[in-house]
C-alpha cells in the first residue's frame, strides 16, 4: 500500500469525510515559498500553511534556533521551571504589544489560547465578587478554534452548531459588522451590540471578536470604526473584551495587530498561527495586570496548565521568528503584497461567477457567488503550479511575506483557473 492509499484509509485530515475525504498531495520538502510534492512537481504557496508560515520555509535562522534548542532541551515540564526560551519570548511579546497587556500564558495551540482567554474571563467575574457573568458576547461569522468552548462563539451556521445542539454553552450574537474596512461607520450598525449590552450586561462576562478580519469564519474585513465603537461600549458596560488575533497578529494586516487600526486595547489578547513563524504549534493569551491581579486575588489561581506549556523548541524558535519579523522590512512587504493584490484581482471584478472582491494588507479574497468545487478547483489551481485553498464561495491568497511580485502574480493569475473550474 502507498503512502497516500494508507492515509486515505486511515487519517483524517480537516473537515473531511473519513469514507468520502478530498484529495490530497503528498510533500516531499518545502523551501522559502515553493512547496515540493512527491512527483517532483514545484508549488508556490499562497496559504503560508494557513496564515503561519509568515517567514517562508525552511528558514535557516528558525531552523538554527530548533537546532540550538534541541540540543540543550527539547522539552521540560513547565511546573515548577522555567527557561530562556520562554522568558525571551514572553519578553517580546510585552514589548511588541500595547500596555498594558503584560502578562502571559503559554499553551499548545490558537483554540486553547481562546479556552484559556474565556477562562480567564470567567474566573476574573467569579474571583471579583460577579459570579453571574457566565456568557461571551461575539459577532457573527466569526471563527475562533475547534474545541468546544472555542466553537461556541464561531458563527453558529458555518460553525456547525447544530451538530452539537445541547454541548455546547449558549452564547449571545451580534450581527456582523456590516461596515466595510477603510469606511466610515454605518448609521446603526453598533445598534444591536449595544442592545445585547445593554439587555444582559449582568451576565456578560467578555465580547469576543477577531478585529477587522474575520478569518476563517468568511474572510471579512470591517470597519476600525465598528471596532473602536465596540471597544468603547465594552468600557461603558464594564464588560471585558477578548481580542482574537490568532490570524491578524504578526503584521498581516499591515499593522503589527489589528487592533491597532482601531487604537483599541483589548483586556485579553489572543496569538497563536505565524509565533512561531509556523514551524510548530504554540499559543499565547496575553492579559492586563486588572485581570491577572482579580483572577490571583484572595489565594486564586488560573486553573490551565497544559502538558507542553511554554514548549522549549516551540518558544525558541517563536522567539527568533519575533526578531526575524520585527528585523525585516515587513510594512513594506505587506504594503506591497497589498498593492499588487489589489491590482492584480481587480480584474476579476466583472467575472460573471464573483460577488467581491477584496484586499488587505496580506490578503486578497475573490469571493464567489456559489460554492467552489474545492477537489476540482485544487486540482487545477495545483496544475497550474500553485497554492490555494478556497473554501465555501472564496478563494484567497494569504501568502508568505517573503514572496517575489513574480510568484505573487502566478497566485493572482491562479485564481481564474479556479473560477474556470466553475464554468
Ligand atoms: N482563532 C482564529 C482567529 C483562527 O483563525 C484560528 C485557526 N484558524 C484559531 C483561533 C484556532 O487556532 P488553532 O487552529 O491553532 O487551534
Redesign the pocket.
Known sequence: MDLSDFDRQHIWHPYTSMTDPLPTYTVESARGVRIRLSDGRELIDGMSS??SVIHGYNHPALNEAVRGQLARVAHVMFGGFTHGPAVGLARRLVEMTPAPLDRVFFS???????EVAIKMALQYWSATGRPGRRRLLTIRG??????LG?MSVCDPVSGMHSLFTGALPRQLFAPRPRTRFGQPLEAGDLDQLEQLLDQHQEEIAALIL?PVV???GGMWFYSADWLAGAAQLCRAHDVLLIA?????GFGRTGRLFACEHAGAVPDIL?L??ALTGGYM?L?ATLTTPRIAEGISGAGGVLMHGPTFMANPLATAVAERSMDLLLESPWQSRVRALQSQMELELARYRDHPLVADVRVLGGIGVVETTRTVPVARAQRALVEAGIWLRPFGSLIYMMPPYVIEAAELSRLTAGVGAALDTML
Open positions: 494557513w496564515w499548545d495551540s490558537g483554540s486553547v489560547a481562546v466569526g471563527y475562533h478554534g475547534d474545541t472555542a477577531e474575520q478569518g476563517a482574537d488575533e490568532i490570524a491578524s489572543c497563536g498561527k504549534s499559543g
